[in-house]
């Protein structure tokens, strides 16, 4: 298979049977190379809308019924660099707040059947935290998601060491991966969305990965209750790559409990077993059978405490499955959970052939979150849009390699409803 890069168009077409697959830009398959990108690219590009206009007063556009997005300081990293908070908010109930500090979705409110806003995220309600110990709440992963097998890998000829950071492994981009660095950001609204374009530079060697990769994450919220994310990057020399964002969810409110009365439905054949150290194997294993087979809609908890060695490895859910997708780079519909307490449900569409399904298995009580509670094991799961882990090491995976000349572009869609 080859790697996915996707160019975005504007068509609207609705996937599946839920509204909430909807109306995203499906973007038409591609092996097409596109030269690299050498000034910022354009908005209008990674948006399903008209061209962008400049942000106006929150006042005036609230009272319009558009998207607005507002920023505020928010603190300082160690180092003095000042960061920022970014609040998007649409008139359905929805406000995602943005940190310019690895492109944290730092919260998230959704409403329930009834209307009541909660925050449906884990994270913290102060930078230091963020900086101290997050294990990656909300951020944007890169430069390379999930693990990498003892820290290295051999791309044309030349084998790369990265430092390990997950006993013999190298984790989410290695020590200072893309969630702990400060996004230079600009925002932008249109009649129907609102949203903040991050952009960073990592140079040739970063955490060991060749080639000076030039990215850009744009989130777009809409009146759809729809918060998009747009990955995009270019390299000058070949390397490998695979973005994702690692917001934890718990649909009841962050600090409410745990989520294994959420029902999860995947839409996914297959998925990639491991190894103790959560390396795949290199199987590409059918679910029928297991308790990793969520193509019906079953709680997380129900199968969670099977002897099972996949879960027993894991200590719960940490998998990648390999997503059944017809032929095309399009938006696909991947996952839904819902909470059956509040109604309210997550669906997630993507252009990547993976997710990654971590029900929380690492939290462990030591950490205090937004609203000033505990959280513990199974308190939230993570639906990662990826590539397979370990892929650079993996021939028989889709490529994540990227080389000078391509553009990489993914795209993910998390919709928030309720019934
Ligand atoms: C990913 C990994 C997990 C864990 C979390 C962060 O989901 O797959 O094993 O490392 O990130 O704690």
Redesign the pocket.
Known sequence: MTFHRNRINRTSVLVGVVALWAAAGIGAATATASPPTTSPPQRAEVAAAPAPVAAEPASLTEQRGRPTVSRAPWGKTPDGTPVERYTVKNSHGMTVRILSYGGIIQSLQAPDRRGHKANVVLGFDNLQDYVDKS??FGAIIGRYA??IAKGTFTLDGTTYRLPVN?GPNT??GGTKGFDKIVWTATTFTTPKTAGVVLRHTSPDGDMGFPGKLTTQVTYTLDQKNQLRMDYRATTDAPTVINLTN?AYFNLAGEGSGDIYDHRLKIWAKSYTPVDKT?IPTGEIAKVAGTPFDFRRSTAIGDRIREDDQQLIY?LGY?HNWVLDRSSGTGLQRAARARDPQSGRILTVSTTEPGL?F?SG??LDSTLVGTSGRMYRQGDAF?L?TQHY?DSPNQPNFPSTVLRPGEEFRSSTIYGFSAS
Do not use: S, V
């Open positions: 294990p990656y999930n693990r997950d984790l989410h690692h959560l894991g940490d990654q971590y298995n690492f993570t990662e882990p």
